[in-house]
């Protein structure tokens, strides 16, 4: 299912919440081609993994306006998909871009593991869109992120965003506590700093922890019965999410040391980065 690419129209309904990384969700794309065997879009869209993308996108974008406050807005348009790489057949991040160079007090943020982002380039963004480029260790990436670019083809393009004057940044997702750990992560930020900026300034990262939920676990298994992804549930600490269902996560003290190591790693390297937040 996952090399099929679905043409819909997008029905209006009430934008959904998207804490921590933004105020809303923005449904540009539904879906991925990536085969991340982690991903939770297994638990959102089971079997039905097609991509779907929306021949409305205008009127999409129309829809932000009655969110608009005395505030900032920020909409997230990877909320449910990573809309790079179908964006060459539906130019929708083309038209988020340039909608939202034109807003005050509004912006839009998307993430991708992708690294087609040349028709990007060019536009005039306004410095209204961040984008932000989902990077794991070598190891992980191999193992669990089929279907997707190396780690040097993503940071080859963050570099190219930068230098377009995007406001950029990095999401380190999912951490995963394997044993060698601190020597790969501390060698992918360092990476990052080598290739993409050496001090860190106008770069933002946010890091996302492993977690699943019980329904997941078994989309993942039905999927990959021979799954090494560590999800035992007694090593795991249980937790309520924004949307009320729960996860399973690692145990404070686990997530605590993560969020140290990798804190210092990245002001060591960075010192000018900012990080958003951890969960």
Wanted: charged share 25%.
């Amino acid at each position: 299912m996952k090399g099929f690419l679905l043409v819909a129209v997008r029905q209006r309904g009430p934008l959904q919440s998207c804490r921590p990384s933004a105020d809303y969700q923005l449904p540009l794309v539904s879906g991925c081609p990536g085969l991340c065997e982690y991903c939770y879009l297994h638990t959102r869209f089971g079997q039905r993994s097609y991509t779907t993308v929306y021949a409305n996108v205008e009127e999409i974008l129309s829809w932000t306006m009655d969110y608009r406050t005395k505030e900032t807005v920020v909409f997230e348009g990877s909320a449910t998909s990573d809309p790079v790489p179908v964006n060459e057949w539906t130019s929708s991040l083309e038209e988020a871009i340039t909608f939202f160079a034109r807003q005050e007090g509004m912006r839009f943020r998307f993430a991708t593991k992708f690294h087609e982002v040349d028709l990007l380039l060019p536009l005039d963004h306004g410095q209204q869109t961040e984008i932000r480029f989902s990077v794991n260790t070598p190891a992980i990436i191999r193992q669990y992120e089929r279907g997707t670019p190396s780690l040097a083809k993503r940071l080859a393009a963050a570099r190219r965003i930068r230098e377009a004057g995007y406001p950029s940044g990095f999401l380190i997702a999912p951490i995963l506590a394997y044993p060698a750990w601190k020597e790969d992560y501390r060698r992918l930020v360092n990476t990052i700093a080598e290739t993409v900026t050496s001090q860190g300034d106008n770069i933002t990262f946010e890091l996302i922890s492993h977690r699943y939920t019980a329904r997941a676990k078994e989309m993942i298994l039905s999927l990959n019965p021979e799954s090494t992804l560590p999800m035992v549930d007694e090593e795991r600490q249980f937790k309520y999410g924004q949307f009320g269902y729960g996860k399973y996560v690692y145990p404070q003290t686990l997530r605590e040391a993560l969020k140290g190591f990798l804190t210092e790693a990245i002001q060591e390297a960075m010192p000018k980065a900012k990080i958003l937040y951890f969960v």
